[in-house]
């Protein structure tokens, strides 16, 4: 049975082609959208790109409650059938008017009113309607739809149509729809009613009928067309590889390669919305290679008066135990953020860092607005802080929550000050973990929510392309306006049994795609980068000793002498040379002497001094120490590459000629005390070059002590701790240890090359 738009094509008295042919250009063009939620990201980012073009924007249902199904996954939304019907009454009878219908949480405008008008009036119909790919609801409808040449769409889309006043209030108004119905499936059976119609000569018809026109006639007198070819509306969905983003100068503009098109209103229908998200960052001008972040300069929020920023509601999550923390509260400390704008929620999810964390909250406690700590002993696992962090903003009324991990490393004071500058609903800083591609974003998701190969991602954490990124998900550091967090569910953290509770940021992530909430990553600048706390042991003695290689840039931090950089960067500085050919340079700090005796005390398994030494390939030690070997706790591999990081560059430099790959076997930790063995006899060291390091200090932790090298009566005493002493081991430095006469010397010895 034909519909009542049908019908009225049956009895119109010119050709269909004929009345299409002679309509007139619009003059005036309205773009109208169904958006309940004007708080949705998407339709803030459609509303943006409608300003962008100087189009005018006609939003229908704001505010209202959305009554049209959970059409993400199900047939519905002819709720927007029936609000359009209403808001489109008033130009019915307007022939002069153009209305562009396109959705808006997932879509976006890519060009101007003329530019849309042009290619809608060379499609000649009354209304033209998007294409898709896949067939949506009733995938037994395929058969009666047009076939398409390669690269073109078949389907229809009801996500975007355009067409004139009259027109489209005639379609809205052919016969009644409920809210809850599927709204793609009403303009569907309208445009193949059409089609079998004009396939049968335009006139009254039954299916046991031959057609008398071929499909590209019959297209050719249809008034409702599909745009196949996608010269107005392109659907993502399943032609990603069809479409490429193209850039001219300071523009940039999407193009379908298959067709040859330049879209104007792009639809990221489906399942793919953030494939959108992440091409929105690029389009309309927002990136290109020449003129890098356009988008970066817009909708900035000023930040240059401390009295007028946000208060900020800061959660600091220490949900694994990590490495270097209290570098991570001294960095938080360091913020210029006003301290009276910020309220603090401590979560501590481990024991281990209990005190370190009881100390710094009773320490701050009246630095800040306000401060809570939920402790180890409250047994909230990590989903639950941080659910209770956000709800704690929503019950307080804060402007913003600002949750910070305790792998972040914080080295740009002023922060919080750019994230806040920035104005986005959800604002990650990138960081990495230092010389590796792990950072706190995702350029891609995989179908089940986790981490894939994403596109542009290694030009952005190397800094080869800066900007302001929407992302498929972010971690360590995020930054969320409190007026975004009603989009979210209860509990946003956890996501049924989806993800385990351990991945309850990817649970996050997942919530705030699904209820539009965009999260955003910037690298316009250096902000910090991760701790890897993968591999960090706290049954060690002193663990952080062990993250040399895991975290070498916290690991140089925290233990490197603060002068060994005046070493490393000048080549003019001179090293003290107190006797001949011994050279004395910083290399550790405190923190290192002190963590290296605390190791070797705790592993407490001195040798016993004498010539006998089973640890040695011939059990017998010519020269022999009360001493433990690097390797006897674990961290032999972790003493040569200090040898070769920062001991062999000095090398080459005072033993001018000397080039060898370095080698150390015997590497350890000697004790001297009045007790056991308070000096060594003269003797020369099984080295090419010897390096000795003082791990205490004379007069404080022993008394006597030093060394004498014999061939140039040269006596070193007061030794400094974490300085090294770096000597010619064979034949001419013949040397000797001096008797400590009280307490216990500590040195760690090295014999370079044997």
Known sequence: MLSAYHLLIVMVSLSTCEVLTSRPRPQELIVMTVATDANHDGYQQFLASVIQHKLTLEPVGVGMEWTGGDIETKPGGGMKINLLKKAVEKYKDRTDLALLITDSYDAIMHGSQSNIIDAFMDLQASVVFSAEVFIWPDASLAVKYPPVRTGESRYLNSGGYMGYADSIYKLLTDHEIADADDDQLY??????????????????????????LSPAEAIDRMSIKLDKRSTIFQTLNGVLDQVDIKYKNSKSYLFNVGTGSRPLVIHGNGPIKHKLNRMVSYLNDAWTPTSGCNACTKNRIDVSDAKELPTLLMTLMIEETTPFLYHWFDRLDALTYP???????????????????????????????????????????????????????????????????????????????????????????????????????????????????????????????????????????????????????????????????QDYDVAFAYNARKHGLFMHVVNMEHYGHLINPDSYDTSRAAPELHEQFTNKLDWELHYLHEDFYKISVNESYELEQPCTDVFWFPIVNDYYCDDLIHTMETFGKWSGGTNKDERLSGGYENVPTRDIHMNQVGLEDHWIQLLKDYVHPVQLKVFEGYHSTLS????????????????????????????????????????GGGVRFIRYNCTLVGLRKGWMLMHPGRLTHYHEGLPTTGGTRYIMVSFVNP
């Not at 009254?204 to 008398?212: D, G, I, N, Q, T």
């Not at 001297?672 to 200090?697: I, K």
Request: with cysteine.
């Open 339 to 501: 301290k009276d704008k910020l309220d603090v929620l401590v979560h501590n999810q481990h024991a281990y860092h209990e005190k370190l964390v009881s100390d710094w909250v009773e320490k701050n406690k009246d630095t800040y607005k306000s401060m809570k700590y939920v402790s180890s002993a409250e047994g909230l696992n990590a989903a639950e802080g941080k659910n209770k962090a956000l709800q704690q903003c929503i019950d307080e009324k804060c402007e913003y929550l600002l949750s910070i991990d305790s792998v972040a490393q914080i080295t740009k004071p002023d922060l919080l000050e750019h994230l806040v500058s920035l104005n986005k609903s959800c604002i990650t800083p990138m960081m990495v973990r230092p010389g590796l591609l792990f950072s706190t974003f995702w350029a891609e998701k995989n179908e089940n929510g986790y981490y894939a190969q994403g596109e542009n991602y290694r030009d952005h954490v190397t800094y080869e392309m800066m900007g302001v990124w929407n992302v498929p998900y972010t971690s360590g550091l995020q930054l969320i306006k409190a007026s975004k967090l009603s989009l979210l569910p209860e509990n946003p953290y956890k996501v049924g049994d989806m993800f385990p509770p």
């Open 664 to 703: 150390a076997i015997m590497n350890f930790v000697v004790r001297y005390r009045t007790d056991e063995q308070p000096s060594l006899r003269p003797h020369h060291d099984s080295s090419t070059f010897t390096v000795n390091m003082a791990l205490n200090t004379k007069d404080k932790d022993y008394e």
């Open 187 to 212: 303009f569907t059976n309208l445009f193949i009613d059409e089609y079998q119609l004009q396939l049968h000569g335009g006139s009254m018809y039954s299916e046991s009928e031959a057609p008398k």
